[in-house]
């Protein structure tokens, strides 16, 4: 198994920054909508929050497809995990995770000569 190099890391690092600055945002935001009077209705309340829920539900879908599809192709683990955090936290915090995964199970495969 070879180390990840310096590229696999800084990536995996941006990832990480990306999932923690998403996780914490979601959440407050989250906490902040059960705390309020708001009911589902509101994310179709205007076009900007209709058109925000119609592009953010098209973008989970998308990486939900892609995430099942390339981790089998390469073999990451656990696919199904990334998949239900999609629904669970968000899909902001669970795509970078995935790409870690991803990026993390590729730097240890084996390199095939040329």
């Known amino acids: 198994m070879a180390p ?41 309340a205007g076009p900007a929050s209709t058109f925000a829920t119609i592009d953010l539900l098209a973008v989970a879908v998308a990486a939900v497809v892609f995430m099942v599809v390339d981790g089998r192709r390469t073999g990451v683990p656990r696919v199904w995990l990334y998949v239900v955090l999609v629904f ?25 000569p040329a």
């Open 88 to 112: 669970v936290v968000a899909v902001s915090v669970a795509f970078p995770l995935y790409l870690i995964a991803r990026t993390r199970h590729l730097a240890r495969q084996p390199v095939s």
């Open 4 to 44: 990840m190099n310096s590229t696999d890391r800084a990536l995996c690092w941006a990832y990480g920054l990306i999932a923690a600055v998403a996780l914490v945002g979601t959440q407050w935001a989250l906490v902040a909508y059960l705390n309020s009077d708001e009911d589902l209705g509101a994310l179709f």
